[in-house]
């Protein structure tokens, strides 16, 4: 199942890109994304902790992705 993935922040610097295409297994859930996504991208481990958004709303480890979803990696922003 093929996602298109937005990265913001200090994430597009780890990362190199601000979007990519990224599969899962159908079905796949926001928590299995992440581990999945880590072990190829083990960069972003050096995050603590994102948000992540599916089409644009902010969704829980639980939620179940589908196939062209857009997933927006959003990690914390501090400003002054």
Known sequence: MNL???LFGIA???IGEKSIF???TPSATVLEFKVLFQKKYPQLKEI???AIAINES???NE???KENDIVAIIPPVSGG
Request: hydrophobic content about 45%; proline content about 0%; charged content about 10%.
């Open 58 to 60: 902010y969704a829980s």
């Open 63 to 65: 939620t179940v992705l």
């Open 22 to 24: 990224f599969s899962v």
């Open 12 to 14: 597009t610097d780890l």
């Open 48 to 50: 603590n902790s994102y």
């Open 4 to 6: 298109k993935v937005l």
